[in-house]
Nanobody, 122 residues
Framework: QVQLVESGGGLVQAGASLRLSCAAS????????MGWFRQAPGKEREFVAA????????YYADSVKGRFTISRDNAKSTLYLQMNSLKPEDTALYFC???????????????WGQGTQVTVSS
């Protein structure tokens, strides 16, 4: 089992930045690809970004490319999402996830966190 706990969400104005963190415990963090997903009210959960187990490869949704950066610190068992130039449409509950890279990118990870709320006001 892998336990995932997100933090760093909040209420910010458009154009601001936030950094989300996801602390992992349980099985070896460096064995897993990691990702971020989000779900806005009334919408389905969507892929945001993913990173390979070693951190050498990253993937982004077109909607966040150039504004968000995913990274990981395997020594600290922590995943990050740096979010810059936030827009009101980025408002959502953000989840981290762990699993194999292929299925994870398709929204089928092995483990999910509980989520952290990000609200961007205009």
């Amino acid at each position: 089992q892998v336990q995932l706990v997100e933090s760093g969400g909040g209420l910010v104005q458009a154009g601001a930045s936030l950094r989300l963190s996801c602390a992992a415990s349980g099985r070896t963090f460096s064995n897993y690809a990691m990702g971020w997903f989000r779900q806005a009210p009334g919408k389905e959960r969507e892929f945001v970004a993913a990173i390979s187990s070693g951190g050498g490869s990253t993937y982004y949704a077109d909607s966040v490319k150039g504004r968000f950066t995913i990274s990981r610190d395997n020594a600290k068992s922590t995943l990050y999402l740096q979010m810059n130039s936030l827009k009101p449409e980025d408002t959502a509950l953000y989840f981290c996830a762990a699993g194999s890279l292929g299925p994870l990118r398709l929204g089928v990870p092995d483990y999910w966190g509980q989520g952290t709320q990000v609200t961007v006001s205009s």
